[in-house]
């Protein structure tokens, strides 16, 4: 099975068909995908212009979204190099107890779902590289906020659990991410209770 620089090579290769080159964009997808496999090609297409079922879409298109997927994997990727690093070094100063940042990463380690989406279609508009610095820089600082670690929205609902939201969280009102528990306050995390349905678009 092809690894995700083998598949970013075949998208750039201009020797291959519009076609195979969107084909292996997709695979890269189940290598690294933020937002879940669907969300993050929708934001992808949605970013480079890309219509989602266009099966010949420009390669130029292609490539622009696959740089802004390659710019997010590589923050992600340093990411779990110093999270590594920071846990070799707490076990060896006997700090074995996990924290909420150890079961935020252990369950999004290898970069897909690491900020899940409660519908494909509604995502943030930034970068993923953004999005993703945004989320690492909250869980890192270890203070519960009252707002959206990615947009500020202070409006969030709590979807119900389906194979589109497979880990339930407090969805975004304005950005649509699933916030990470440990990063709002018990405060906010009731409200999101209390809000009703979330709507998906």
Avoid at 30 to 51: D, K, N, Q, S, V
Avoid at 154 to 182: D, I, K, M, N
Wanted: proline share 8%; net charge positive.
């Amino acid at each position: 099975m092809a690894g995700f620089r083998a598949l970013a090579e075949q998208v750039r290769n201009p020797r291959l068909v519009s076609t195979q080159r969107r084909t292996a964009l997709r695979k890269c997808l189940e290598r690294f995908a933020p937002y879940g496999h669907r969300a993050t090609w929708h934001h992808l297409c949605t970013r480079a212009g890309i219509a989602t079922y266009d099966r010949t879409p420009d390669p130029e298109r292609l490539v622009a979204a696959l740089a802004e997927l390659e710019e997010a994997r590589t923050l992600w990727l340093a990411y779990e190099e110093e999270f590594a690093a920071r846990r070799r070094k707490e076990k060896h100063d006997g700090i074995r107890q996990p924290s909420a940042l150890d079961d935020w990463h252990r369950r999004t380690w290898g970069g897909c779902d690491i900020v899940p989406c409660a519908s494909p279609q509604r995502h943030p508009a930034a970068r993923l590289a953004v999005v993703l610095h945004r989320v690492i820089a909250a869980m890192e600082s270890g203070r519960p906020r009252g707002d959206c670690p990615v947009c500020g929205s202070t409006r969030f609902a709590w979807p119900p659990e389906t194979a589109e939201v497979p880990v339930p969280g407090p969805a975004c009102g304005q950005c649509g991410v699933l916030a990470p528990v440990s990063v709002l306050t018990p405060e906010t995390l009731r409200g999101a209770h209390g809000a009703g349905a979330f709507a998906a678009a």
